[in-house]
């Protein structure tokens, strides 16, 4: 199972980009575990180290995604970031803080594939305890440390 994190104010546009993320998993027999918050602060509290990959607006209350993820990357370097704005101006701020990507609102289907293909190839690099075990219809992913 994947967790995702999606740090978005606008109600909408989360749950367009939840329904993206269910639809993908049904598509491609992958399990994702979605948790959102309508803030960075929010966010940033009750983070825990290991999300693989967070989506996160730009503008956001008291705290942009900029400063959030460079909150984020001061405990987790690791972790995937890609933001998702209207405010396209802000994309090479976020190579600052080593992200994957960005897109641009309004997300659309095929654009959102190409993200999280790119984004769960570089989960899958960067999980050494994670395996992929093919079962009859689908591809399964586990983590070994929780086998023993």
Do not use: W
């Not at 967790?3 to 269910?22: H, M, P, Q």
């Amino acid at each position: 199972m994947f967790e995702i994190s999606i740090i978005e104010d606008d109600t909408s546009a989360c749950e367009v980009l939840k329904e993206y993320i269910r639809r993908y998993g049904r598509e491609n027999s992958l399990d994702f575990e979605i948790n959102c918050y309508g803030d960075a602060l929010s966010f940033l509290d009750l983070y825990k180290h290991g999300s693989y990959i967070i989506f996160m607006d730009i503008e956001l209350p008291n705290m942009n995604g900029i400063e959030a993820a460079q909150r984020l990357r001061e405990n987790d370097s690791t972790a995937v970031l890609i933001f998702v704005t209207n405010m396209a101006q802000f994309a090479v701020k976020g190579y600052e803080v080593n992200a994957l990507d960005f897109v641009v609102k309004p997300l659309t289907y095929p654009a959102f594939c190409m993200k999280i293909d790119r984004a769960l190839k570089v989960v899958e690099t960067l999980s050494p305890h994670r395996i992929t075990v093919s079962v009859p219809g689908k591809v399964v992913r586990l983590d070994v440390r929780y086998l023993c």
